[in-house]
């Protein structure tokens, strides 16, 4: 599975980014990308990476962590094999590199909010685009 993540830049404090991520490839199971939960990480300077959103294979259920809940919106189109993370209100804290991860293990069919929050239990990983917030 290979993943493109791309979409991030400088902006200031209030405005919005749409990341996204192209997915490509198979697991070694043999499983497309319409069957994966998806998820998307950040990263900022000094600090372990952290769960930002999740969201399930069918694209029905989704899950943001608290600290961007109301802002930030994950989404997913089978048809072009993206995963997006629309991010509106933006802050100086959501500075980081974000990367979109994908689960070629766990169920197809499994919860958004019963995906894990661990980094390492992700299979498949972007190569980051960083988004930097200034006040």
């Known amino acids: 599975v290979q993943l493109q993540a791309s979409g991030g830049g400088s902006v200031q404090a209030g405005d919005s980014l749409r990341l996204s991520c192209a997915v490509s490839?198979?697991?070694?199971?043999?499983?497309?990308?319409?069957?994966?939960?998806m998820a998307w990480f950040r990263q900022a300077p000094g600090k372990e990476r952290q769960f930002v959103a999740a969201?399930?294979?069918?694209?029905?259920?989704?899950h943001v962590t608290d600290s961007v809940k109301g802002r930030f919106a994950v989404s997913r189109d089978h048809a072009k094999n993206t995963v997006d993370l629309q991010m509106n209100r933006l802050q100086p804290e959501d500075t980081a590199v974000y990367y979109c991860?994908?689960?070629?293990?766990?169920?197809?069919?499994?919860?958004?909010?019963?995906?894990?929050?661990?980094?390492?239990?992700?299979?498949?990983w972007g190569q980051g685009t960083l988004v930097t917030v200034s006040s």
């Open positions: 991860a994908a689960d070629s293990v766990s169920p197809p069919n499994t919860p958004a909010q019963d995906m894990s929050t661990i980094p390492s239990n992700y299979q498949s």
């Open positions: 490839g198979r697991a070694p199971s043999g499983r497309l990308f319409n069957r994966y939960p």
């Open positions: 969201i399930s294979w069918s694209g029905g259920s989704t």
